[in-house]
């Protein structure tokens, strides 16, 4: 039978379905299995047999709402995309979530921009008495949990690039303290009554890519609520981070 026009004789099938939905994920935020199947002209079930195969390696993931994004395997071989803030937040979002329902309390995901802590996402908790929402907030990042983590993950030459030399022994000197744990804790730093914890989101490599923080108001920040609290931040940081690369 003869092949169609610009087809090379020698192609294998699945292989070249397995690219084209390579090619779906680098240009889509997001695909579903019936999308992929209908991109393809197959089955779903051989669509689902291929994205599975594709995260298996790496080369995709599954989120919350089951559909697939570009794994950390394709997105290094993306220049500039592996954790670019817009696909960090889409992929943290449900996880985000998910935290601020298991405590109740209002949950961010911040990263570093230079000296600032910059709120990515901010799910707000339901109590009557808690704390707003902070998305797209920027704050002086030695002074928050979350930019507290990040700064303590950079090289001191780098520090001293983001900060002036009359506040850089200060911030050095809390940091220390951060690193023997990598646990940031903020008690009113930033605003009077309130507290937040945050601990690290780390990439493939165990670098700190972001920070996931807890913020709620001092009086429920209790030396007896700490462990609580971080043993959730951590368990959600790690579902992050596998998501993320």
């Known amino acids: 039978m003869p092949k169609a026009a610009g087809v090379p004789p020698?192609?294998?099938?699945?292989?070249?379905k397995a690219l084209q939905l390579l090619l779906l994920l680098q240009r889509q935020d997001s695909?579903?299995?019936?999308?992929?199947?209908?991109?393809?002209?197959?089955?779903?079930?051989?669509a689902h047999g291929l994205l599975a195969t594709l995260r298996h390696r790496d080369f995709a993931v599954q989120s919350?709402?089951?559909?697939?994004?570009?794994?950390?395997?394709?997105r290094r071989a993306r220049?500039?995309?592996?954790?670019?803030?817009?696909?960090l937040a889409e992929l943290a979002g449900p996880l985000v979530a998910r935290l601020r329902d298991e405590l109740d309390e209002t949950v961010h995901l911040i990263v570093l921009a230079g000296s600032q802590a910059v709120f990515l996402i901010s799910?707000?908790?339901?109590?009557?008495?808690?704390?707003g929402s902070r998305a797209g907030t920027r704050l002086p990042a030695q002074h928050t949990s979350g930019g507290k983590v990040l700064l303590a993950a950079?090289?001191?030459?780098?520090?001293a690039r983001r900060f002036p030399d009359d506040e850089l022994a200060e911030v050095e000197a809390s940091l220390a303290r951060v690193?023997?744990?990598?646990?940031?804790?903020?008690?009113?730093?930033?605003?009077?009554?309130i507290g937040a914890v945050a601990v690290p989101v780390r990439d493939d490599a165990g670098t700190p890519i972001a920070?996931?923080?807890?913020?709620?108001?001092?009086?429920?920040?209790?030396?007896?609520?700490?462990?609580e609290l971080t043993d959730a931040l951590h368990r959600s940081a790690a579902a992050i981070s596998a998501l993320a690369g």
């Not at 919350?64 to 394709?74: E, N, T, V």
């Open 154 to 159: 950079l090289p001191p030459e780098e520090l």
């Open 79 to 87: 220049p500039g995309g592996q954790h670019s803030p817009g696909l």
């Open 31 to 46: 695909v579903g299995v019936t999308e992929a199947a209908a991109h393809l002209g197959v089955a779903r079930s051989t």
């Open 64 to 74: 919350g709402d089951r559909r697939y994004r570009a794994g950390p395997a394709l």
């Open 211 to 227: 920070a996931l923080a807890v913020s709620l108001p001092l009086m429920r920040l209790t030396r007896q609520r700490l462990p």
């Open 123 to 131: 799910e707000e908790g339901r109590q009557p008495l808690r704390i």
């Open 10 to 16: 020698y192609r294998v099938e699945a292989v070249d």
């Open 179 to 193: 690193r023997r744990t990598w646990l940031g804790v903020n008690r009113g730093e930033t605003e009077p009554g």
